[in-house]
């Protein structure tokens, strides 16, 4: 069974730019969050998608937006990037929503210059 | 503001002995709990889930919740050099937005 799977894996940016993020969760799964993981902030919850409508957001700016489509596969997006997104970009899929179980993509390492 | 908090470590411990991780968390409404752990360099991997008081046992793995301390805690029985890695703590409340704590780095030596 094919895990989850994020591409792509290493991404390097300019300020200003924007950046979209690809995940396809595991065969069957149809909830996929999305998380970002750095060393001064740790992992945190950016938010969650399920069938196509996003069910919870963390505390990001609007920037960060995403978006899942019917095959559940998901995309993040942020805009505008800044120095501070440089991070690990992690996806998670679970088999519904606010699922207690979740598998984590291998991330996308996205750095800003 | 939703808390977990963990000791970032590192945790020491030798081959074969029983490695206590601890985590404790703010939000009293709080549903699920979760241990995760993770490599340097790799995603994390859930290892235990947790959802009423008690211990629950997985292998070498004992996972252990207290709401009323609002403290939920990780053995690993016979720790192995292979254990060495970041474990994470994640608690799940009402709103189904997940929290993490910042982790607590465990080395496992020979």
């Known amino acids: 069974k094919a895990g989850v799977t994020q591409t792509p894996r290493y991404l390097i940016k300019t300020r200003g730019q924007q950046v979209t993020l690809s995940c396809s969760p595991i065969?069957?799964?149809?909830?996929v969050s999305w998380y970002q993981q750095t060393p001064g902030q740790g992992l945190q919850f950016l938010f969650e998608?399920?069938?196509?409508?996003?069910?919870n957001k963390g505390n990001f700016p609007g920037r960060f937006s995403g978006r899942q489509f019917s095959n559940s596969r998901s995309e993040m997006n942020v805009s505008t990037l800044e120095l501070g997104d440089s991070a690990l970009y992690l996806c998670?899929?679970?088999?519904?929503?606010?699922?207690?179980?979740?598998?984590f993509g291998q991330g996308t390492r996205l750095t800003v210059v | 503001q939703k808390e977990v908090e963990q000791n970032s470590g590192p945790l020491s411990v030798p081959e074969g002995a029983i490695a206590s991780l601890n985590c404790t968390y703010s939000?009293?409404?709080?549903?699920?709990f979760f241990w995760y752990r993770q490599y340097s360099g790799k995603s994390p991997e859930l290892i235990m889930s947790?959802?009423?008081?008690g211990d629950k046992e997985d292998g070498r793995f004992t996972a252990q919740l207290n709401k009323a301390s609002q403290y939920v805690s990780l053995l690993i029985r016979d720790s192995q050099p292979s254990d060495s890695a970041t474990y994470l703590c994640?608690?799940?409340?009402?709103?189904?937005?997940?929290?993490f704590g910042r982790g607590t780095s465990l080395i496992v030596h020979p």
């Open positions: 065969s069957g799964h149809r909830s």
């Open positions: 998608y399920f069938s196509e409508t996003q069910r």
């Open positions: 994640a608690v799940r409340g009402g709103s189904y937005i997940p929290t």
């Open positions: 998670a899929s679970s088999l519904g929503a606010g699922e207690a179980e979740a598998f």
């Open positions: 939000d009293r409404v709080s549903q699920s």
């Open positions: 947790i959802y009423s008081n």
